[in-house]
C-alpha cells in the first residue's frame, strides 16, 4: 500500500498552531510543529491541501502507486521568517532618525505605514499561498 509521508519543519511563526491536513477533500489530521506524520492512501491520483486558521495552501494534485513512498513537506510563508526581524529594525531605525538625526517625524510615520501596509498585503491577499507543500521525492 503506498504511504504519503508529510513533514513540517520548525517554523517560529506558527509553531503553536497545528496545520489541517486535507486529501481529496476529507480531513486527514493535523500536523504540529516539527512533526513528520505517516499516511496509507490508496493507489492513483489525490489532491492535498493544507490550512492554518484562515491561511490556506495551494492544491497539491500527487500520483502514488502500489508500494510507492511520496514525500511532501507543509511550510509556512517562504520569507515570513524575516518579517518580524524587519520590522523590528524599522523600529530601531525609526527611534535612531527620530532621536539622534531629527528626521521629519512625517516621513518617518509613512515609511512604518508602508511597511505595515506590506505586511498586511501578504498576509491577506496572498493568504491562500500562505502554506506551501514542496515535493520531496
Not at 506524520?37 to 500527487?62: A, C, M
Not at 505605514?113 to 505586511?119: A, G, P
Request: charged share 20%.
Amino acid at each position: 500500500m503506498p504511504t504519503l509521508i508529510i513533514e513540517r519543519p520548525s517554523h517560529w511563526m506558527t509553531r503553536e498552531k497545528a496545520y489541517r491536513l486535507f486529501v481529496n477533500g476529507q480531513p486527514l489530521g493535523t500536523i504540529k510543529d516539527g512533526e513528520t506524520l505517516q499516511f496509507n492512501l490508496e493507489p492513483g491520483n489525490h489532491i492535498l491541501k493544507t490550512d492554518i486558521d484562515w491561511l490556506r495552501s495551494h492544491t497539491i494534485v500527487f500520483e502514488v502507486k502500489a508500494g510507492e513512498h511520496k514525500v511532501l513537506q507543509v511550510a509556512g510563508a517562504r520569507y515570513g521568517f524575516l518579517l518580524l526581524p524587519f520590522y523590528l529594525l524599522c523600529l530601531l531605525a525609526w527611534f535612531v532618525l527620530q532621536k539622534f538625526m531629527e528626521i521629519d517625524y512625517f516621513i518617518l510615520w509613512g515609511a512604518h505605514l508602508f511597511l505595515y501596509i506590506l505586511i498586511m498585503f501578504s498576509i491577506l491577499f496572498r493568504k491562500k499561498r500562505y502554506v506551501r507543500e514542496v515535493e520531496m521525492g
